[in-house]
Nanobody, 117 residues
Framework: QEQLVESGGGLVQPGGSLRLSCAVS????????MGWYRQAPAKQRELVAS???????NFADSVNGRFTISRDNAKNTVALEMNNLKPEDTAVYYC???????????WGQGTQVTVSS
């Protein structure tokens, strides 16, 4: 059974850092583009960052230069390193997998990130 399990969320002060991790099982990891989405209260879910199996990355303008995405194809994990966090980064963050060619998608259960003093 396909599973995406996030960890690493929490409460952090503005300017602080957090690292989110996603452990993936039950699918052929190398065939999937991995990404992180987020959804703030009363807002639509938005793409934060994505990474292809070859390591090509893409970032939302709002996080570019502050966030880094990485994947370990041997361990079936993907991580989101978030630096210089701002209150507007507060949201539930979701791990996402999209299969190449077929675009079949899977989602994690989400992890809360709160940036507040």
């Amino acid at each position: 059974q396909e599973q995406l399990v996030e960890s690493g969320g929490g409460l952090v002060q503005p300017g602080g850092s957090l690292r989110l991790s996603c452990a993936v099982s039950g699918l052929t990891f190398s065939l999937y583009v991995m990404g992180w989405y987020r959804q703030a209260p009363a807002k639509q879910r938005e793409l934060v960052a994505s990474i292809t199996r070859g390591g090509t990355t893409n970032f939302a303008d709002s996080v570019n230069g502050r966030f880094t995405i990485s994947r370990d194809n041997a361990k079936n994990t993907v991580a989101l390193e978030m630096n210089n966090l701002k209150p507007e980064d507060t949201a539930v963050y979701y791990c996402h997998a999209r299969r190449i060619i077929t675009n079949l998608e899977y989602w994690g259960q989400g992890t809360q990130v709160t940036v507040s003093s």
